[in-house]
């Protein structure tokens, strides 16, 4: 059975650093891992979409990368603002199966 | 356009009632799927369609619940006899076809979800 886990649990930083999410899961054989953003009582916004064949994603500051054979991706923010407070969510969908697998999350507080 | 939409968002109702929770999905994509999230946890698989047949129900805890897709576009779950545990956010998300062979088709949207409170 398919586990994601998210490290750290919450982190809280002072604006204007880069900062890395990370995520990791058990089983390797996966079509694709989306991370979203989730701020607190609303629902899910998809980030980045990293199919298995490809390596990293970018979406202005953020960039994610997928290393499959080891069960890991990173979520790299760039210059972080108050803005990107919110919860980050890593999610897997397995080979041939179409549910998603999320981790826990992250919490993020952006200080300014 | 308009996104995935759900409907309430909050839901307040006593133990042992019954509850129906409404999902509009994109137009125009033909995989519904419904997750549970918990406080402080990652949203969890309970059923999902593809068309009007639902593909995969694997997800649902038990017979209480029940989800209809008659049309192929609006979902609607169903929970008989709620208890205290189905507090949760109930949350839709849709896609184009999870099925293709790759690029952003099988990329799921989510809508706002509804918060369920059983008392």
């Known amino acids: 059975k398919q586990e994601v886990t998210q490290i750290p649990a919450a982190l809280s930083v002072p604006e204007g650093e880069n900062l890395v999410l990370n995520c990791s899961f058990t089983?390797?054989?996966?079509?694709?891992l989306q991370w979203f953003r989730q701020d607190p009582g609303k629902g899910l916004t998809s980030l980045l979409l990293?199919?298995?064949?490809?390596r990293e994603q970018t979406s202005g500051r953020l960039n994610a990368s997928l290393d499959k054979s080891s069960g890991r991706s990173t979520l790299y923010i760039a210059a972080s603002q108050p803005g990107d407070s919110a919860t980050y969510l890593c999610?897997?969908?397995?080979?041939?199966?179409?549910?998603?697998?999320f981790g826990k999350g992250t919490r993020l507080s952006v200080i300014a | 356009g308009a996104g995935v939409s759900q409907t309430p968002s909050n839901k307040v109702t006593e133990k042992g009632k019954y509850v129906e929770l409404r999902c509009d999905p994109i137009?125009?994509?033909?995989?519904l799927y419904w997750y549970r999230q918990s406080l402080g946890q990652g949203p969890e698989f309970l059923i999902y369609?593809?068309?009007?047949?639902?593909?995969?129900d694997s997800g649902l805890p038990n017979d209480r619940f029940f989800a209809v897709r008659p049309e192929g576009s609006v979902s609607t779950l169903k929970i008989q006899r709620t208890e205290r545990g189905d507090s949760a956010v109930y949350l839709c998300?849709?896609?184009?076809?999870?099925?293709?062979?790759?690029?952003?088709?099988?990329?799921?949207?989510f809508g706002p979800g509804t918060r369920l409170t059983v008392l």
């Open positions: 369609f593809q068309g009007t047949g639902a593909a995969d």
């Open positions: 998300a849709s896609s184009l076809n999870p099925t293709s062979g790759g690029g952003s088709y099988n990329e799921q949207f």
């Open positions: 999610a897997v969908r397995q080979l041939g199966d179409t549910p998603l697998v």
């Open positions: 137009s125009g994509h033909t995989a």
């Open positions: 990293i199919q298995s064949s490809q």
């Open positions: 089983d390797s054989a996966i079509y694709n």
